[in-house]
């Protein structure tokens, strides 16, 4: 009995002395280690669009506009202090240029800023994302709300845009980085709420009046000498031929006075 105490005594010992038993407790011992907290996603840069589309290409002329009709602070907040992001399509100055007929000079400044809010979609869309939008049967709303909506076909990897009233193409990517994107297309986009209407004309300037000449001006005299030979009456046939009969009669009347004379004295 004595015997088997101290073998089982032995045998403890020599597994608490051994490296691997001191191991084992010492890994259940220590504390679970805890996954690190991911960092938090980088803030998208800002980006200028002022900067962005005078560097890119010759879009002065759709810059102006932006700047002109204010849109573009519109712009510039939506792809900075949103998490939508914005989509924009931008016409070179050569589709301004060719745009002879209809004129945007004939827009009201209410219906030019439409226009232009017509050009860009209130949410970041890659070039990927509009094979979706392609076959979606309803119409993708632009900043101009309301009726001002684009519809847009992929044809193999081509954007072909229809606004309605004109159609186009995405030409090129000028910047596709989210929140911001900004394509390229070959004419402006002309919504038909606006361009499908009759825009009335710019009316014609009106007459200069007409000065009347001063009452004691040449003209003034030889136009009341005109008047008044064109007001007096001419004389007619008729009349020329009673002062005939009159005359004649007088004359009549004066030699059988002068008879009638000489025979009493005489």
């Excluded at 805890?34 to 560097?55: E, G, I, M, Q």
């Amino acid at each position: 009995m004595e015997i088997f105490k101290i073998l089982t005594f032995s045998t403890t010992l020599l597994l608490l002395l051994s490296p691997a038993f001191g191991k084992t407790a010492s890994k259940a011992a220590s504390p679970p280690s805890l996954s690190p907290t991911p960092a938090p996603a980088p803030a998208p840069d800002f980006v200028n669009l002022t900067d962005l589309l005078t560097v890119a290409g010759p879009f002065h002329t759709f810059l102006g506009y932006l700047q002109s009709t204010k849109v573009l602070d519109t712009f510039q907040n939506q792809a900075n202090n949103t998490e939508e992001g914005i989509t924009i399509f931008v016409p070179k100055d050569g589709a301004f240029s060719s745009l002879k007929k209809p004129s945007l000079s004939k827009l009201t400044p209410d219906q030019l800023k439409q226009v232009i809010l017509f050009h860009a979609l209130p949410h970041f869309y890659a070039l990927a994302d509009f094979k979706n939008l392609s076959q979606s049967s309803a119409s993708t709303p632009t900043f101009a709300g309301g009726d001002y909506s684009l519809n847009f076909t992929d044809d193999s990897g081509s954007i072909h845009i229809n606004s309605g009233w004109s159609k186009t193409k995405v030409s090129s990517a000028v910047h596709s980085t989210n929140p911001v994107a900004v394509y390229q297309v070959d004419k402006v986009l002309l919504p038909e709420a606006i361009f499908g209407t009759d825009i009335p004309p710019t009316p014609a300037p009106s007459p200069a009046p007409e000065i009347a000449p001063a009452a004691d001006s040449p003209d003034a005299k030889s136009a009341d000498t005109k008047s008044s030979k064109s007001s007096s009456p001419s004389s007619s046939p008729d009349t020329a031929a009673s002062h005939r009969i009159i005359f004649s009669l007088g004359n009549f009347v004066v030699v059988i006075s002068m008879a009638i004379i000489m025979v009493v004295f005489l």
